[in-house]
């Protein structure tokens, strides 16, 4: 498990406000990301590939929170494909063009269940999964792009493409705020997510030597 901080930390700079311009909601917030974090390592270990895509985009929620604005998820992506070619390990372009497309259309499913969640909170309806997927449905008949469509990609792809996400998700977060903290945790996210694509490489490289 990744301890991004011990009761030092919080003993210093929450008891001694001088010591650093960390405020209580800052903490709070990094407990939150950094217990997604493990969520996410957690998943990707046990290659719960659908909890890890749904974890990742609870991850991008909070970020949103702590930042009080929206992300675009289309930068974030373009940030993480920069990162990909600096770490020197080579993935097919299409397979990385299939990981976005892939994050887009579950970016679609999120946002519908998110929207229709606050309706229901909003006119006092309870909630209903089922209901909620037929909506989901009937709004999407007519989108050209199928939000349902099946995407094909290795499966430590995906898993080192989302975690780069929301390393990356982290990284934001702690430069524009300040806060080394959750800077360190997207390091640890981004390093796991290079990892899993390092071993997709090695593999790929092997395949190809063998024909």
């Known amino acids: 498990m990744f301890i991004l901080y011990d009761s030092f930390f919080f003993t210093k700079h929450i008891a001694d406000p001088s010591n650093s311009p960390i405020t209580i909601g800052d903490v709070v917030y990094a407990v939150k990301l ?22 990742m985009f609870e991850f991008k929620q909070e970020a949103e929170a702590c930042l009080n604005a929206k992300i675009n998820m289309d930068e974030m992506l373009n940030i993480v494909e920069e990162k990909i070619k600096k770490s020197g390990i080579k993935i097919p372009k299409e397979d990385f063009k299939k990981f976005k497309k892939f994050i887009k259309l579950k970016k679609k499913r999120v946002d519908h269940k998110y929207a229709y969640m606050k309706d229901c909170l909003a006119y006092g309806i309870e909630y ?84």
Do not use: H, W
């Not at 950094?34 to 749904?54: G, P, T, V």
């Not at 989108?143 to 990609?153: C, F, G, M, S």
């Open 34 to 55: 950094q217990n997604l974090a493990e969520k996410m390592k957690k998943y990707a270990n046990r290659s719960d590939n659908s909890k890890l895509i749904k974890t």
């Open 128 to 211: 209903n999964a089922e209901l909620e997927y037929l909506d989901f449905l009937q709004k999407s008949k007519n989108d050209p792009k199928n939000p349902e469509e099946e995407i094909l990609i290795s499966a430590r792809i995906e898993v080192g493409c989302s975690l780069l996400v929301a390393g990356v998700l982290a990284e934001v977060v702690g430069v524009r705020l300040g806060l080394p903290i959750i800077q360190r945790l997207g390091d640890f996210l981004i390093a796991s997510g290079l990892n899993y694509l390092k071993d997709e490489y090695v593999d790929n490289l092997q395949e190809g030597r063998k024909k």
